[in-house]
Structures are given as structure tokens and as C-alpha cells.
């Protein structure tokens, strides 16, 4: 449409892009490549920062990056996190940790450092079906406390559309197209698992198709919670020990991708050596020994370390995530992951239905759950007919993938981030609800 006679020439948005991927329990971030560099290049540049502030025994506080540097003590620390349930319920909270890890010279790494926010578009990645008055919350400190220059707020899942899948759908596996990979899959439905809850959003062309979008309110902190419930009943009391049980669910998921060839029984068991401050700073997990075990029982000492503290865990392995896919046993009336999925797929026509099908991407810390894959596989394969296909997939790294895929939309996809995209001028000049419209419709939005 030609622009009416007299009317101002649109500013562009700052080239250089810082795209921030806002999780629950962490935050990935790093500014986008200026050129076309490949995924490992472009993963090189982003950084997984702790989303959280730490109180330890010891009444000392610390923030983000500073836990895993300077905690060594974990045994009743108070942990604040400024998202739940996908939402930012603490902007406080939340704006302390972005100036410390973004901001502040002393403490930011030099690679997140922003010195020129006018000069930098700033790419927020959020949780599905946010709050209007919360992300009004979010527009007010990226643009008028910090002053980017450019501003895109969009959905995490939903960035996972600008990725090269086309390989891990075997859609081009041997001879992809000139430039296939830079396009963005039509038809791509994301389940998001993370800490604190689990997204389906259907997405057609890298956009997020709304109405089908689904929210199951599981995630890595109720299985946290679940595992710390069952430890403190079975072995020891950890209720004031979040964290640790946190490692112990994390080093589980390691130790089964290297797992030995032995009995049935001995593949499910593994023992897990907890910290105790002096000698051991950190659990770590280790096959199962039942020699030392028997010997435990039997109180021979001197076949064990005095100062091991340790423990064996057996069907609390399977039976902690089964609560994803079936909450009913833990009396919740949530329907499961599954039914989740379908509920999503039943409002959209079935040709979408069945293209959604073939393309599922599992992102997100709990699809890293040895089997959560492959079980998302068979419960939708029983459920759907037997003429679509099912195809369910990860990508190499389900922690960062949503914000790789917002580096290529911001290096690749020029022309998509300034469509839906926002300069400082036109917030100032059209207000908060234009900012909501734009977010969501791009350029057909009415000034």
C-alpha cells in the first residue's frame, strides 16, 4: 500500500539484536550473530544464566551466575524466583537479576554485557498466554527504564520454527533444497516441558496459532518436588534441600545415557553419593554396587568410605516423571500430556491435525529424561489413526533450542523481526495497547 503524501518514513530497528530466552529456572541469552554463522557458532555466543536468587544457611545472598560460582553449601538454602508457572509474578526480583547479569560492568559476563541498549533490539522470548497486565509490566522496563532502541516480544516455543528441523524430520535428509533451511517449518507443534510447566503450542509458519495453545501446570520443579517427598520418606529427610534433590534428579538423566550392560534389576538401581559439605561438594551418581549395598545392610563399615552418605535409588526413577504423562496419581485432574496434545490438535481442521503430527518437537529440561521421547511417541501413536503419521523428535540441545531459533530469526529473518518488531518512537508515540496489537498481527495492525 503506497505510503499517504506527507506521512514519515517508519525508523528501523537497531540491527544488533540481544535475544533473552526467560525461563523458569534459567535464563538463556546472548546477542545474535551480525552474519550468517552456523548453529554451533550461533550456540557458542548464548549463555544459560540461574533465574533465580539464593539465600544460603549462612544468611548470604546471591544472584544468578554468582550460585554456581560461589555457593558450595546448599544444604537449606531459600531459593526466589521471579517466574512461575511460565509467568513473571515478581518484576522486583526479575529486573535485579537482568541489571546483575546484563547491565552491571562488575558482574555481567563480557559477552551479555549491554552498553548501548538505543543501538540494540531487544528480543524477548515468553511463556504462552502471558498476562496482559504482565507483559505491560515487561514493555515498561525494556523500553522506558532501559531505552532499547528496538523491541520484539514473542513466544519461546514458537521460535523453535526458525531452526534447521528439516534434517530431524528427514523432510530433506540427504539433498535439502537451496536455502530450505533458512525458511521456517509450515506446520510445527512444540511441547515445552520445563520447570514449572509444560506448553503445546501448534505453530504454521512460525507463527503460533493461538487458540490451540494448551498448558499443562507439571513440570521439573513438581518432579523435584515429588523425588524430595519420596527420598525424605524412604532414606533421608531433604526436605530443606531443594537443590540438592535438583542435582540428584539432573545426575540421574546423565547416568542413564551412559548406561552399562548388566541385569535387568541393576539397570534400574543406581547409587547416588550426597554431598556433605567437607569431602563431597556435590552428589554425583554411580552404577549400582550391591556388594557395598549388602554389605551396608549387613553394618560392615569398613567395606564403605565413613564419610559416604549415600543412597539407592531404584523405581523413583520412572515413577517421578510418570506424573507428566498421568497426574491422576498424584490425585491432580489435570488431564496428561497426551490428552493435552489432543485437546490442542481437536480445535484445528484434521489436514493441520495430521501435518502437526508428523513434525512434534519436545523442548525444554524435562526432554532430556531418558525415554520422555520416545513415551510422548507411543501415548499420541495410540491415540490418533493408524493412516497419520507420528513424528517425535528433540533437538541436540533442548535447553537452548528456542533461543537459537530467536538468533536466526534475528540474523536470518530481518524482515520478520521488523514487521512484528517495535522502535522506541513508535511506543512512545502510539501507547501500550498499539505495542499488545502489533506484538501479535505485525504490520496489518491500525495505528
Not at 549491554?114 to 522496563?141: G, M, R, S, V, Y
Not at 507463527?207 to 513440570?219: E, V
Not at 521439573?220 to 535438583?246: A, M, P
Not at 546423565?254 to 547409587?271: N, P
Request: net charge negative; proline share 6%.
Amino acid at each position: 500500500m503506497r505510503r499517504a503524501k506527507g506521512a514519515r518514513a517508519r525508523a528501523q530497528l537497531p540491527s544488533r539484536s540481544f535475544i533473552v530466552d526467560n525461563g523458569a529456572y534459567s535464563i538463556k541469552a546472548g546477542f545474535a550473530p551480525d552474519g550468517l554463522e552456523t548453529d554451533e557458532q550461533t550456540l557458542s555466543k548464548c549463555h544459560v544464566v540461574p533465574n533465580a536468587i539464593v539465600k544460603t544457611r549462612d544468611r548470604k545472598t546471591y544472584i544468578a551466575s554468582r550460585m554456581d560460582r560461589d555457593v558450595t553449601q546448599w544444604s537449606e538454602a531459600v531459593f526466589r524466583r521471579p517466574v512461575e508457572h511460565g509467568q513473571v509474578v515478581s518484576w522486583e526480583a526479575q529486573k535485579e537479576i537482568w541489571d546483575f547479569s546484563f547491565f552491571n560492568t562488575k558482574t555481567a559476563h563480557k559477552d551479555l554485557l549491554i552498553t548501548n541498549p538505543e543501538d540494540t533490539t531487544f528480543i524477548f522470548a515468553e511463556h504462552p498466554n502471558t498476562l496482559h497486565a504482565l507483559q505491560k509490566n515487561a514493555d515498561e522496563i525494556i523500553m522506558e527504564e532501559w531505552g532499547f532502541g528496538g523491541y520484539l516480544r514473542t513466544l519461546a516455543p514458537s521460535l523453535n520454527a526458525y531452526n534447521d528441523l528439516h534434517p530431524l524430520f528427514e523432510e530433506y535428509p540427504s539433498n535439502p533444497p537451496q536455502d530450505q533451511s533458512d525458511l521456517p517449518m509450515d506446520c510445527l507443534l512444540v511441547i515445552d516441558s520445563g520447570y514449572s510447566s509444560t506448553t503445546i503450542v501448534p505453530t504454521f509458519k512460525g507463527r503460533p496459532l493461538q487458540r490451540a495453545i494448551r498448558r499443562l501446570d507439571f513440570g521439573g520443579k513438581h518432579l523435584t518436588n515429588l523425588l524430595k517427598e519420596t527420598i525424605s520418606v524412604r532414606y533421608f529427610d531433604l526436605h530443606q534441600d531443594t537443590k540438592i534433590v535438583n542435582d540428584i534428579k539432573e545426575d540421574d538423566e546423565d547416568e542413564d545415557k551412559m548406561q552399562i550392560d548388566s541385569q535387568a534389576e541393576d539397570e534400574v538401581r543406581i547409587d547416588y553419593v550426597l554431598p556433605d559439605g567437607i569431602n563431597v561438594l556435590r552428589g554425583f551418581s554411580r552404577p549400582h554396587d550391591p556388594v557395598i549395598a549388602a554389605a551396608r545392610k549387613r553394618k560392615l563399615k569398613a567395606l564403605t568410605p565413613e564419610s559416604e552418605i549415600r543412597m539407592t535409588l531404584s523405581n523413583e526413577r520412572f515413577t517421578i516423571p510418570e506424573i507428566i504423562f498421568t497426574p491422576s496419581d498424584i490425585g491432580s485432574k489435570q488431564p496428561g500430556l497426551a490428552d493435552c496434545v489432543m485437546q490442542s490438535l481437536a480445535v484445528l481442521p484434521p489436514l493441520i491435525q495430521a501435518t502437526l503430527l508428523s513434525n512434534v518437537l519436545v523442548v525444554g529440561g524435562n526432554a532430556n529424561i531418558p525415554g520422555f521421547v520416545d513415551r510422548i511417541q507411543q501415548e499420541l501413536r495410540s491415540r490418533v489413526r493408524s493412516e497419520w503419521a507420528v513424528r517425535v523428535h528433540k533437538p541436540a540441545d533442548s535447553i537452548t533450542s528456542s533461543w537459537l531459533g530467536g538468533a536466526r530469526l534475528a540474523s536470518r529473518h530481518l524482515h520478520t523481526v521488523r514487521e512484528y518488531g517495535i522502535t522506541k518512537e513508535e511506543y512512545y508515540e502510539h501507547g501500550s495497547a498499539w505495542v499488545a496489537r502489533k506484538f501479535l498481527h505485525g504490520s496489518e495492525v491500525s495505528k
